[in-house]
């Protein structure tokens, strides 16, 4: 496939293809690997990256994808690995040291909103742009949290977002304007968490809050009023 677009065939994509044909953006994926379990949750990633090579036009082949990863991965111990697809479905694989997770997320409000409607929040990309602006407002935080247009909380620059209230852990639904994170949908089939509209008000009413990724499951976090 011919990765070269011109300014006619921009025109024929939907708004949310052309950002990321004019950024040059790869889709992406980020796992944990343990040389004696393999890729964390690594079919939920899978199956995660093959719906946004749909949506947004990306070729995608799995057995390709896989083959990467056992290559680059064979003989490597714990790590962060990162899976980025080119649009033309040409695969990279990067390996990083293993992760430190903290013993609790610090988490500040950032008061410019995301929309919603935005397709590009539901797919994880090498886009971070609109991530690392509202991050650099807040460097003396552990993560960021968004807010959409309708004063609802979405996820973090980094990880999904959950809350207990009543006893109960709740996580912000996807129409909010939230990525669809492994984790987090880990969480939601065994009924660990259930989806519902969460608001700061919420956030800081709330009896404990807890950021989620695959790559360091589920940490405790606080927010900062």
């Known amino acids: 496939m011919n990765t070269s677009v011109s300014a006619a065939g921009l025109a024929t994509i939907g708004p949310a ?10 889709l992406m994926e980020t796992m944990y690997h343990d040389p004696r379990t393999g890729l964390r949750h690594v079919d939920r990633h899978l ?3 093959a ?3 749909a949506v947004l036009g990306y070729e995608f082949g799995e057995r ?11 003989g490597v111990g714990p790590a962060r690995v ?4 080119h649009r033309d479905g040409g695969v990279d694989v990067d390996v990083f040291g293993p992760p430190v997770a903290p013993a609790s997320v610090s ?6 909103p995301v929309d919603s409607r935005d397709v590009l929040l539901g797919h994880k990309s090498t886009l971070r742009e609109r991530y690392d602006r509202r991050r650099h407002r807040h460097p003396g935080a ?24 009543d006893g109960v852990w709740w996580t912000p639904p996807l129409a909010s304007g939230c990525l669809p994170g492994v984790e987090r949908s880990w969480q939601l ?5 259930r989806e519902r509209i969460l608001t700061p008000r919420d956030l800081l009413a709330a009896e404990a809050l807890a950021v989620t990724s695959s790559l360091k499951g589920v940490l405790p976090a606080t927010l900062r009023p």
């Open 17 to 26: 293809e052309a950002q990321l044909v004019e950024a040059g953006a790869q």
């Open 47 to 49: 199956r995660r990256l």
């Open 51 to 53: 719906r946004s090579a």
């Open 64 to 74: 390709d994808v896989r083959r990467h990863l056992a290559q680059r991965l064979s």
């Open 82 to 85: 990162r899976v980025r697809l």
């Open 107 to 112: 988490l500040v409000l950032d008061d410019e």
């Open 142 to 165: 552990g993560d960021v949290v968004l807010v959409n247009e309708l004063g609802h909380v979405t996820e973090t620059t980094i990880a999904n977002l959950a809350a207990r209230i």
């Open 189 to 193: 089939d065994r009924g660990l968490m």
